[in-house]
């Protein structure tokens, strides 16, 4: 049993939690996802990382209330259980592996997309640790929607707030902010890397592509059982299929098409939409071992 160690309701329907996880936090880094089930009856929900502590062995998650596992989810308290917490899956960010005095040769931009501030959290805070200091933009569609704003300044170089209503910080999307730093401002990034959800990334890396910034994307929000065998997370990405949970979740967001991935989350959300995705796709429409019959 994995016990939280923290839980707390950050805005509506999301929430937060710190669950002791010991030897997840000893190997996890940023951009890897874990898989959590609240007991044996529960659904496999796969959650971004959101901070971890090595020293404490522990890791914080952040969920939504998009159905009713996560509204389960939502009602466990400081003190209750995960029966399974694995990790870490995924493939780490590619800056991770990049040597640091290359690294710090860059100006590197986050853009952050509502529940997309949690993933972005510890690149970001990662990158404060190893002396290099990141420009942050924050997006909401509200201020009340905002989610980990103390964090985030602690650790960005420059945070920029962003609310599509205006009701707090910069007005309007997060692409006209990027737009504003670039033209206007006199800024120079030479790598972008934008999380949340999969229209703002789409509109982000056509923003991006259009000022010459190489720009990655994590595909996690499409992500439905972390294994590949459910065939949810199917992406074209330079024109090869590739799965956003084995193969990701980061990509390069000029060439994820968009366009196909949208269309087919909406599909995969009906039975009927899951059955002819399957038929269109044949052995590739699953990731694994590209053979499963469920």
């Known amino acids: ?40 009856e529960g659904e496999r929900i796969p959650l971004t990382i959101c901070d971890y502590n090595r020293e404490k062995g522990s890791i914080t998650i952040v969920l939504q209330v998009v159905g009713a ?23 780490a960010s590619e800056f991770v ?14 853009v952050a997309g509502g529940l997309g501030t949690a993933p972005v959290y510890p690149q970001v805070k990662w ?20 989610i980990l704003e103390k964090e985030m300044s602690e650790v960005a170089g420059n945070l920029y707030i ?3 209503d205006g009701s707090y910080g910069r007005s309007g999307m997060v692409t006209q902010t990027i737009k504003d730093l670039v033209e206007k401002e006199g800024k120079h990034y030479d790598v972008c890397v934008a999380i949340g959800p999969m229209i703002m990334m789409k509109f982000v890396s056509l923003m991006t592509k259009e000022l010459n910034i190489p720009t990655v994307v994590s595909l996690n929000p499409i992500m439905v059982d972390g294994t590949g065998m459910c065939g949810a997370c199917r992406v074209t990405v330079d024109g090869e299929v590739k799965f956003a949970c084995v ?46 019959s469920e």
């Open 1 to 40: 049993m994995y016990k939280i160690l923290e839980a707390r309701e950050l805005t509506t329907n999301i929430y937060l939690m710190e669950v002791e996880a010991k030897r997840v936090a000893k190997r996890c880094q940023p951009g890897q996802f874990v898989i959590v089930r609240m007991d044996e």
């Open 69 to 91: 596992e996560t509204m389960r989810m939502a009602k466990l308290k400081t003190g209750d259980s995960f029966q399974d917490f694995v990790g870490p899956l995924g493939r």
């Open 97 to 110: 592996e990049e040597p640091l005095d290359e690294l710090r040769k860059k100006s590197i931009l986050f």
């Open 127 to 146: 990158m404060k640790e190893h002396g290099i200091e990141a420009d942050v933009i924050v997006g909401a569609k509200t201020k009340e929607l905002l």
């Open 162 to 164: 962003t609310t599509d």
């Open 247 to 292: 193969d990701g979740p980061e990509f390069d967001g000029h060439k994820v098409d968009f366009d196909q991935a949208l269309k087919r989350q909406q599909m995969y959300k009906t039975a009927e939409g899951k059955a002819m995705l399957k038929q269109q796709e044949g052995d590739t429409h699953h990731g694994g071992c590209g053979q499963c």
